[in-house]
């Protein structure tokens, strides 16, 4: 058993439009943890809030030092899929605690609009004691979105961030993560305008005092 887990909770897109189109990151992860021995891969769909709750009773084990989670679904408003984004940190927060987790746990949003509500993200990493938070603050092409966060999993595992980074090491990691990819692309729009990556994007960390608010990174992304 690995250090690091990679736990995939995801809504799948589409199959309220076509039961044809049903979109999944679970391939492109796949296809990273074929190439990598450094990480442990859990992957099940959600459908609300038991569900989640299931899920992360089921995979959030004491014995790993790191968490990488990533929770994917279409975004509206305050909500991803039909469950509340506030929701979301509370059962992270209850399942570590029924858990007795101690390690560090970062959550990849993927899923549109999610990255905006930045109060809501700082009050839920103090809530569920993040690490980080990574999220798009725009209503995002899936694609576009999908290849950002697998190359994000993909460098953040190989890279074997310790339990308790610096915020200048995990703004690194991710800037490096980002490097590959245009910061002036079109990923997505929001009520007033289009959005370029560079825009899109929003990155929270935690210093480790969970009394503080989180440090907002989201401007130094592409500096």
Known sequence: MDSTA??????????????????????????????????????????GRESLRE??????NPCYRRIILQIAGHGSGK?????????????IASVQKEKKFNGSIGLIMSSCLMGSNKELISQGIRQARLQW??????????????????????????????VQPTQD???????D?????????????????????????TLMISDGDFRRKPFDAS?????
């Open 133 to 162: 938070f990574f999220g798009y603050n725009c209503a995002s092409l899936w694609m576009e979105s999908t290849l950002i966060d697998t190359f994000l999993l993909y460098l953040l595992t190989k890279k074997g961030i310790h």
């Open 6 to 47: 990679v736990i995939t909770l995801e809504r799948v897109w589409g199959t309220e439009t076509s039961p044809y189109n049903t979109a999944s990151i679970k391939p492109f992860i796949d296809g990273i943890k074929a190439f990598s021995d450094s990480f442990d891969f859990y992957y099940s769909h959600f459908y």
């Open 177 to 201: 993560a980002l490097a590959l990819f245009d910061k002036n692309y079109l990923i997505g729009s929001d009520d007033a305008s289009e959005k370029s990556i560079k825009e899109g994007l």
């Open 169 to 175: 090491y995990l703004i690194k990691c991710f800037q």
């Open 55 to 60: 899920a992360l009773s089921e995979f959030l």
């Open 79 to 91: 909500k991803i899929a039909s469950t509340q984004f506030g929701t979301v940190f509370e059962t």
């Open 219 to 223: 401007s130094l992304l592409f500096s």
